[in-house]
């Protein structure tokens, strides 16, 4: 998906910071190593051109490996860009404001659960995440670590894997015992000195294809599935071991029956001589490296386990409500209004299921409605709580995942320089005239090429097997650095009802100057609201798709009381809906009230007239006895001015 920048961050952090600066060392010693050969190319040019040659081609090897190594190291150092749209959805995201990062998404296969999978689960009170375990294997795991089924997949094919590899090097061990019990008894006759080292290299190839498979098995980007484990790889072990001897004894017979005596008995001294290689050591070292693997990987996985939570609740709102409101508007308020307000930082909503009333008038004025619409929050952060002992093993445990892939890259350069160096001398041997000069001599010729591949063999296998249990113990590591959790508000609303239109209307008196006429619906409407806050994980990655794996459900919480919230703010809503239409700008009013003066002086009614002369003659009343008060008043004031004229002549 699209790098979304905003100034509010999500708070995510690099997680691979650790990690990283542990892989950048081993890189750099692995480049350093691959600086040796480079620089004997020179000296041993002249001297040995094929030698010099591979030189090169093991430092090239070497120094691409410790180059990869540290740009995969440096890419982990790098700032971890994270945008607003992360991490993935659930299902398909039809929010109008996201449609290029939906359709990403669905294109990239992250989307882990479809719209009605994820209403089921509500329903139901169900995580379909949790599936059954598939295969023989994968069941016996399963009821071993009864936890395992509530991790996610990453971490539970990581475990089959796991156990698959140490049942067949135990397997191995034990097929690799019976062969060896059967040659030293004497039990396969004369073919014994063929079984065992014949088995041995068998075995140690079907060994390593097996290590090999399982760390490829265990890299994140494989694990969107949970993957099925039989035990066919075990059966199969099972019949090599029987089966192999057996077969090697019946050619042995029928080759031998074809000879004479005599060459017969030479036949078996050149077997005793060349056929020198032996497993034990190899075996062992595979058993060693099963426990230098298995013992910090089961711990990890169970404190990991330990933070899985079964919890399946969910929170319901089931009720009949009469209501004088369009349905239409019940779902742009709860989209738009109620869960608009419980975005986290202002980031748009998942929208799953669009909501889409359909309408369906059956007469006029009257009809009814459904719809439904299904919602997530953006995901919020939410910080793993492991205990300092899990941090601390972790911590060890991706120490010595670097260390074996730098111990498998010092053995490859060893494994080179001892090749070359029995090649060197075999050759000699074979170019000398004396070699070949006696029966004893060839004998001894071909007894020191047994010891030579006995010791290439073994020092082969003991490379491979290294390298693969370093790449298992890094992925083991790598899949406990990367997972993130988030916690969201899932929710299901499906609402059903009927609804009629009605109409109302004020101010209709006859010398009314102005009325309003609203055309009011009338609702009865059933919400079946289901809510859920939900914890789900995922693993991040390092480049551009950090954030883009598939996101698993893990908890899904009952929230009664944000249930609670969100009902009333719902009915708040309700309530406070106008019906009637009023003015509420001042020039109107003012208006209204200048019309309604003008109506009162334009009213012809004759109990209008009566009224407006009963007033006229109250007020002419009041004018009289006024001017009557007045004239008393300059009367009185008169006959006061003539006494005073009689008193002062």
């Known amino acids: 998906m699209a790098y979304d920048f905003g100034s509010q961050a999500l708070g995510i952090s690099n997680p691979f910071k650790t990690e990283g600066k542990i892989r950048l060392v081993a890189g750099l010693i692995i480049s350093a190593l691959a600086m040796m050969p480079l620089l004997q190319v020179a000296d041993t040019l002249k001297q040995d051109p094929a030698r010099a040659w591979g030189f090169v081609a093991i ?57 009605e999978k994820l209403e089921s689960m509500l329903m139901g009170r169900k995580n379909t995440t949790f599936e059954e375990p598939q295969g023989w294997l994968a ?74 498979s399982a760390a490829a098995n265990m890299n994140t980007g494989r694990n969107q599935k949970l993957h099925k484990k039989t035990a066919a790889g075990i059966s199969r072990l099972f019949v090599f071991a029987i089966v192999v001897p057996v077969l090697i004894g019946f050619g042995y017979d029928k080759l031998t029956a074809m000879m004479k005596s005599r060459d017969v008995e030479q036949l078996n001294a050149l077997l005793a001589d060349i056929t020198v290689f ?38 319901e709102f089931r009720e009949n409500m009469q209501e004088s409101v369009h349905p239409n508007e019940i779902f742009i308020n709860i989209e738009n209004i109620v869960l608009a307000n419980r975005r986290y930082k202002e980031i748009p909503n998942r929208i799953y299921r669009d909501f889409e009333p359909q309408l369906m008038e059956q007469s006029q004025g009257k009809g009814t409605f459904k719809g439904q619409l299904l919602i997530e929050t953006q995901p919020e952060y939410k910080p793993m709580k492991f205990s300092a002992l899990f941090r601390k093993i972790r911590l060890f445990s991706t120490i010595g995942g670097q260390l074996l892939t730098v111990g498998s890259a010092v053995l490859l350069y060893w494994l080179f320089n001892m090749g070359f160096d029995s090649f060197n001398e075999l050759r000699q041997l074979a170019l000398a005239k004396d070699t070949f000069s006696s029966q004893e001599s060839g004998m001894a010729f071909f007894a020191l090429v047994g010891n030579h591949l006995d010791a290439f063999l073994t020092m082969l296998f003991a490379f491979l097997t290294v390298s693969f249990a370093g790449r298992i113990l890094a992925n083991l590591t790598h899949l406990l650095w990367s997972e993130m959790q988030f916690s ?15 109409k109302i209307s004020t101010g209709m008196a006859y010398n009314d100057s102005t009325r309003s006429e609203n055309v009011v619906v009338r609702s009865s409407i059933t919400p079946w609201v289901l809510t859920a806050r939900v914890v789900s994980s995922t693993y991040a990655t390092s480049g551009m798709q950090n954030l883009e794996m598939p996101r698993l459900i893990l908890e899904m919480d009952a929230n009664d009381q944000e249930l609670d919230t969100i009902v009333h703010e719902i009915r708040t809503f309700l309530k406070g809906r106008e019906f009637i239409a009023s003015i509420n700008n001042e020039q109107d009013l003012a208006n209204a009230e200048r019309i309604y003066q003008v109506n009162q002086i334009s009213k012809s009614d004759d109990g209008d007239m009566k009224a407006l002369a009963q007033q006229e003659a109250e007020a002419a009343a009041v004018l009289q006895q006024h001017q009557a008060d007045a004239s008393s008043e300059n009367i009185g004031s008169g006959e006061i001015g003539h006494d005073a004229e009689r008193e002062n002549p």
Do not use: C
């Not at 094919?157 to 097929?175: G, M, R």
């Not at 060896?180 to 396969?188: D, E, K």
């Not at 969201?488 to 009605?502: A, D, F, I, N, R």
């Open 139 to 212: 069941r016996l795991v399963h009821s071993l670590i009864p936890g395992l089924i509530f991790a996610p997949y990453p971490l539970r094919n990581f475990v089959q894997e796991l156990a698959a590899v140490l049942s067949s090097t135990i397997i191995a061990l034990a097929a690799f015992a019976v062969a060896s019990f059967i040659t030293a008894t004497g039990l396969a006759g004369g073919a014994g000195g063929l079984i065992e080292p014949l088995m041995s290299l068998l075995l140690l190839i079907y060994l390593v294809v097996i290590w090999r």
């Open 488 to 502: 969201s508000l899932l929710m299901s609303m499906k609402t059903e009802g009927t609804y009629t239109e009605s």
């Open 59 to 115: 430092g090239l090897f070497l120094l691409t490996w410790g180059l990869r190594s540290v740009a995969t190291a440096a890419m982990q150092l790098f700032r971890f860009y994270v945008g607003r749209s992360v991490p993935s959805s659930l299902a398909y995201n039809h929010s109008a404001s996201e449609r290029e990062n939906a359709q990403a998404e669905k294109q990239s296969g992250s989307l882990a659960y479809d719209a």
């Open 278 to 315: 032996s497993a034990w050591s190899n075996l062992m070292l595979l058993a060693l490296l099963a426990v230098v693997v298995m013992v910090p990987a089961l711990f990890m996985v169970r404190e990991r386990l330990k933070l899985a939570q079964k919890n399946t609740r969910v929170s």
